[in-house]
């Protein structure tokens, strides 16, 4: 079994900042893809950012930063300038190759609530 855990989320004011981690952990081989989605309140989820070994894919341009640090198979999302759209449930995902057997994963965490409001 693959789990992906995510933390970092909370109530922030309008304009703050907030860094949100996922770390995946278990029956891993390796990681191929890592990506945030958020799911705002009454709205389908949708891609925020995923970073792969082709590079950087954003879907929030300019105040939202993904990284990783593959030693921990961990991903970040610093997300700055919040607005109260950016309000939602910001879900991780990891991909890649299971330890034994040698199958791919697909796995999503519980995900974490990220309020925006003053």
């Known amino acids: 079994q693959v789990q992906v855990v995510e933390s970092g989320g909370g109530l922030v004011q309008p304009g703050g900042s907030l860094t949100l981690s996922c770390t995946a952990s278990?029956?891993?081989?390796?990681?191929?893809?890592m990506a945030w989605s958020r799911q705002p309140p009454g709205k389908q989820r949708e891609l925020v950012a995923s970073i792969n070994s082709s590079g950087i894919r954003y879907s929030v341009t300019g105040r939202f930063t993904i990284s990783k640090d593959s030693d921990k198979n961990t991903v970040y999302l610093q997300m700055n300038s919040l607005k109260a759209e950016d309000t939602a449930v910001y879900s991780c995902?990891?991909?890649?190759?299971?330890?034994?057997?040698?199958?791919?994963?697909?796995?999503w965490g519980q995900g974490t609530q990220v309020t925006v409001s003053s």
């Open positions: 278990g029956d891993i081989f390796s990681i191929d893809f």
């Open positions: 995902n990891a991909q890649g190759v299971r330890e034994a057997p040698r199958t791919r994963f697909n796995s």
